[in-house]
């Protein structure tokens, strides 16, 4: 049975066993399209928000005579390719490890082909969290390592099951990718009910996919951006099915990602091969971990609002971070749809709002008054 191991970077004895390298999975750079389309069901959680959306939304169907399309809008990350891999290798050099960076954009190979005409960046695989309809709910996959001379002709037959969801497609693809010596095929955070279908509903439906598809994924993902209390249920499944758990930092902001993985493999395609034979998986949680789910979060999202002086792409402000499509389907920065260049006051307040949490004295404030960090000793 493949066998999971978590350590904990606070304690002592983490660095047993003489593992050289430390493998960052699972991050986002500026080339990734996170979509908007879970703001409608803030009202929910967020009463409080009904009503300033439905103001925003009047006005905007005022001026623009159709309902607003929160699916044809998106926001980037604020690190783009260069500065993603260098915070994550970082962390990992910090500790006196040797780094493997495995960066994930949505459906996009982009980031990893730019950095492979680096220098710094030449030993990058080639990767991408693939999103998958699934039976009224969505999967997502982190597929990593794809071979060059493959990758795009493979991106292009994931996008096609993406866009077609039929069953023939998406068996294709998975078996395509498992047959190259050194992909890897994780199940990203398989509990998290992304899309709101219902978290019982969804939990089903990713057991369901497990079990269908069982033979073509080599790891489930403990997830640096989910409770501990969800990571745990993820390793009683990957147990229930004889799989390793390794980790997925899901970083989308600044934050260097909270699990890593250790290994003495010296290149991507050891480490694949090591998780693909059975040798098992060594997962480390690094401090940040620690801090309170929603300080992490709230952090992350003043990463996004505040600008960036040296953006790869010059994109500075927050507003030139997030697109949206045109009614003739042409995508333009949000910053075009405002009058003047002007933000609804709603958005100048949230934004205000986020860049206030970044002042040392309001950080240590919402410390007292967020709940404290999940037990995950």
Known sequence: MPNTQVRFEWKEGWRRGGARTGVSLHSHTSCSREPLDFIPRCRTECPWLGPML???EARYRRLHGRELDYSAAWWTPPLGPREALRVERDQIERLGLRALVSITDHDSIEAPLALRVLEEGRATPISLEWTVPWRGTVIHLGVHNLPEGEARAMQAAMSGYTATPEPALLEQAL??????????????????????AGVNYHAAMAE?????????IHALELNGLRPWRENRRVLDLAARYRLPCISGGDRHGCEPNALLNLTS??????FAGELRGGAGSLVLVMKQYREPMAARIISA?????RDHQEHS???????????YRTADGEPKPLVEAFPEGREPSMIRLFVLLARAAQWRGVRLAMRQMLPEAEEIA
């Open 175 to 196: 078996e395509w990718i498992c047959r190259t010596r050194g992909s890897l095929l994780v199940f990203n955070h398989p509990y998290w009910d992304e899309k709101g």
């Open 313 to 323: 792409y010059g994109w500075v402000r927050w507003s030139d971070r997030v697109f």
């Open 54 to 56: 439905d103001r925003y």
């Open 208 to 216: 369901q996919f497990l079990a269908r598809y069982r033979r073509w």
């Open 265 to 270: 493999a010296p290149d991507f395609e050891s």
């Open 301 to 305: 999202v003043c990463d996004v609002m």
